[in-house]
C-alpha cells in the first residue's frame, strides 16, 4: 500500500536525511540572499506601516527594535523581504519559498540555541513541502490566480518549524491542517503592497500553525483528503499524482534573483542586455521597432501595463525591456517611483510589441520552459535576433559567487545609507552562520 501524502510528510519531518556540504552551503546562501534583500527592503512603505502595527518588545527585528509577538517577527521580516520582489524563486512551482521560511525559523530559533541543529534541516524540509504542494497543484494553480508564494508557503512554513520544534505526527499533521486553514493569496494584489505583505502572512501563519499545534490545537488528520486542499485550490488541469510526487530533498531548482523585479521580467532582460550588446554602438536607431515573443504562461503575473509607481514597473515587461535595452542595466534605482516616468523609457515602451506564443498541447510546467526571442527592426530590416533560454541567476546559469557578494553588499549598503548603521558584510554573515550552525 503507497504511504498517503501527509505520512509522507510526517515521515520527513520526523527523520530528514543528512545534508551534504553543498546542500547546506546553498541553505546558507538562501538566508544570506533572503536577509540581505530585507535590510534593503525594510524602509519600503509595506514594512514601515506593518512595524508601526506590531511593533512591540518580545521578538527581536533586525533594525534593533522588537515586534510583540514571534509570529509578527516573522511577518515584518518576511515583508521586507519581499517588498522589493528581489527573493530568490523555486522555477517549478512558480513561488518564492526562501522568504516565508527563512524569517519564521530565524524567528522560533533566536535565543533558542538549542534549536540551531535543526535549522538547516528545518528549510530543507520546508523547502520540499513546497515543491511537493506546487507539483501536485501543477501550473494551473497559478494560471488560476493564486499567489503561490502564499498558498504553498503556509504548510510548508509549518513543516518546517514543525521540525525545529520537533514536533510529534499528530501534531505535525494538525499544524499543516492549521497552515491550510490560512493559506491565501492572490495576483490581483501584485503591483500593490499586498504582495510582499502576502509572503509575510505565509510566514506567519507557519509559525503559528506550528506553535498552535504545540499548545494541543487539533485539525483534520488529513489535510490532503478527499475535498480538501489539493481538491479547492486545483486549478483546471492537474498536476502530478499526490501518491507518487517526490518528497525528496532537492536544493538544486532554486534560482537566485541579480534584479530586483518579477522573475518572468528576467529573460526578457537578458534578451533586452543581448540585444543591446549586438547593436552598433550600442544604440537603438530612433526608428526602431522591437517585438518580443515569450513563452506561453510567462506573461501571466505581468499584469500592470502602464505603470505609475516603481512597484507596479515590477511587474511592467515592456518597462523591463525598455530600461535593459536603453542602459544595459536594471538596478534597484530603475524601481524607484521617480525612474518610472522617465521620458526616454516611456517612449521606448511605446516602440516594444510585447505576446506571448501560442499553447502548445501541454501547460508548461514551471518558469523556465522555452525560451524569449527579441526582435529589432530598423527602416524595413531586421538589424538584431537573439533568443534566450537561460538567465542569470537561473540553475541553468547560477549566480556566481561574486554576484551574490555583489548583490549582498548592496543590499546591505543600502540600509546604511538610510540608517547610517548597520551590519558590515562580514558582520552580517557571521551572525547567519552562528543562528544555523554552519
Not at 517549478?92 to 540555541?113: E, F, I, M, N
Request: charged letters at 20%; proline letters at 5%.
Amino acid at each position: 500500500m503507497v504511504e498517503s501524502f501527509i505520512e509522507r510528510i510526517c515521515d520527513l519531518v520526523q527523520s530528514p536525511r543528512a545534508l551534504e556540504a553543498w546542500e547546506q552551503s546553498e541553505i546558507l546562501t538562501a538566508f544570506e540572499d533572503t536577509m540581505a534583500v530585507a535590510y534593503a527592503g525594510w524602509h519600503d512603505r509595506v514594512v514601515q506601516a506593518t512595524l508601526a502595527v506590531y511593533r512591540g518588545n518580545v521578538a527581536p527585528l533586525i533594525d534593533g527594535s522588537f515586534a510583540d509577538s514571534i509570529e509578527h517577527a516573522a511577518l515584518i521580516h518576511a515583508t521586507a523581504g519581499h517588498a522589493l520582489d528581489y527573493d530568490d524563486v523555486q522555477l517549478t512551482t512558480v513561488s518564492h519559498p526562501s522568504v516565508p521560511l527563512v524569517p519564521a525559523l530565524l524567528a522560533v530559533a533566536r535565543g533558542r540555541p538549542d534549536l540551531t541543529e535543526r535549522m538547516q534541516a528545518g528549510f530543507a524540509i520546508g523547502l520540499t513541502v513546497n515543491i511537493a504542494l506546487g507539483s501536485v497543484l501543477g501550473f494551473a494553480h497559478y494560471d488560476k490566480g493564486w499567489h503561490a508564494t502564499s498558498t504553498l508557503g503556509p504548510l510548508a512554513t509549518a513543516a518546517a518549524v514543525a521540525h525545529l520544534l520537533s514536533l510529534d505526527r499528530t501534531a505535525t499533521r494538525n499544524a499543516l491542517a492549521i497552515a491550510a486553514a490560512q493559506a491565501g493569496g492572490m495576483q490581483r494584489n501584485f503591483g500593490s503592497d499586498a504582495k510582499p505583505l502576502q509572503a509575510g502572512l505565509a510566514s506567519a501563519a507557519g509559525v503559528r500553525s506550528a506553535l498552535l499545534a504545540q499548545a494541543g490545537l487539533t485539525g483534520d488528520a488529513d489535510i490532503f483528503g478527499p475535498r480538501g486542499y489539493f481538491d479547492l485550490y486545483a486549478g483546471a488541469e492537474p498536476g502530478e499524482d499526490a501518491a507518487i510526487v517526490s518528497l525528496e530533498i532537492d536544493l538544486r531548482t532554486l534560482s537566485r534573483k541579480l534584479f530586483p523585479c518579477c522573475y518572468m521580467n528576467h529573460r526578457l532582460i537578458s534578451a533586452g542586455f543581448e540585444a543591446r550588446d549586438k547593436l552598433p554602438g550600442q544604440i537603438l536607431p530612433d526608428d526602431a521597432t522591437i517585438r518580443v515573443k515569450a513563452p506561453f504562461g510567462s506573461l501571466v503575473p505581468l499584469r500592470v501595463d502602464d505603470p505609475k509607481t516603481g512597484l507596479e514597473a515590477k511587474f511592467c515587461g515592456p518597462y523591463s525591456i525598455a530600461a535593459a535595452l536603453s542602459q544595459g542595466a536594471v538596478t534597484l534605482a530603475d524601481f524607484e517611483d521617480s525612474a518610472v516616468s522617465r521620458p526616454n523609457i516611456r517612449a521606448l515602451m511605446n516602440r516594444i510589441d510585447l505576446s506571448e506564443e501560442d499553447r502548445e498541447a501541454e501547460i508548461m510546467v514551471g518558469l523556465d520552459h522555452g525560451s524569449v526571442k527579441l526582435w529589432i527592426e530598423s527602416q524595413g530590416k531586421q538589424i538584431v535576433d537573439v533568443e534566450i533560454d537561460s538567465y542569470p541567476g537561473s540553475p541553468r546559469r547560477p549566480a556566481t559567487e561574486a554576484e551574490m557578494n555583489a548583490k549582498i553588499d548592496d543590499c546591505l549598503g543600502i540600509y546604511r545609507r538610510r540608517t547610517n548603521r548597520g551590519p558590515t558584510v562580514s558582520e552580517f554573515r557571521a551572525d547567519l552562520r552562528t543562528a544555523i550552525g554552519a
